[in-house]
């Protein structure tokens, strides 16, 4: 028997469950992303996958590594976009719209909740909202809503799974990453510059070269199964 899932969700999901509790797999996992490819072993990880933030967005996956020491605990936000029927699906395009939307509100200095088609979904703003989160973790207690880049309120809510992911998250803004899994080639996200605010992006094609040399047969199936729709 076989399990199949489908698009960017069923591949990472296939990634987590088929790596298991192989701490060594995860770090090389971990290692693909060029910042942090000389990372010391973690001591032990926690791993959420699709877990809400409420009104912050859900992330594909999340990656918690710790440490002995407090200080040296990471967070990786991933959000995995595929090329589905886009043939020239490209970074330089979601950033163009996320820099539009920026200059939307600053000309009509309005909300753009429902005025603009698409802007929820794209790469650059689902990773700026996990940053968000992040910038005003300590302050989501109080449920008061907060103002993002957009102008649109975003609060955490009364979720109790929720909040106890957002327990898990934090004191360690300084060591937070945010990850584009995306359908360009790696040598065409090594060209790119926008690793500003710690953002960061890992080619599709480097996921399955990683999947092949560690044997993964479920994520390879799981490529296999969605041919021509990932990258």
């Known amino acids: ?3 199949y899932g489908y698009s960017e969700r069923g591949i990472v999901n296939s ?3 088929n790596i298991g509790d192989n701490k060594r797999l995860i770090t090389e996992f971990i290692k693909l992303i060029p910042v942090l490819s000389e990372i010391d072993e973690p001591d032990d990880y926690d791993i959420l996958l699709e877990q809400s933030f409420s009104q912050f967005g859900t992330s594909d996956l999340i990656v918690i590594a710790y440490y002995n020491n407090p200080k040296k605990k990471l967070i990786l936000f991933f959000e995995a976009k595929v090329k589905a029927n886009k043939k020239n699906w490209t970074l330089n395009k979601h950033f163009e719209y996320f820099n539009s939307l920026l200059d939307y509100k600053e000309k009509h200095d309005k ?4 005025r603009a088609p698409h802007y929820a979904s794209n790469l650059f703003y689902q990773l700026y909202l996990k940053e968000f989160l ?14 993002d880049i957009l102008n649109i309120s975003r609060k955490i809510g009364n979720n109790e799974i ?6 898990m998250l934090k004191g360690v803004r300084p060591n937070c990453y945010y990850i584009g899994i995306v359908p360009s080639m790696e040598k065409q996200c090594m060209k790119l510059n926008f690793n500003e605010q710690m953002i960061h992006f890992l080619s599709w094609n480097k996921i399955e070269d990683f999947a092949k040399a560690n044997v993964l047969n479920k994520v390879l199936d799981i490529f296999q199964f969605n041919r021509g729709q990932i990258y």
């Open 1 to 3: 028997m076989k399990i």
């Open 134 to 147: 992040i910038r005003n973790i300590e302050n989501l207690d109080n449920n008061i809503p907060k103002k």
């Open 111 to 114: 909300n753009l909740n429902g």
């Open 162 to 167: 929720v909040k106890k992911a957002v327990e």
């Open 15 to 17: 990634i987590i469950f």
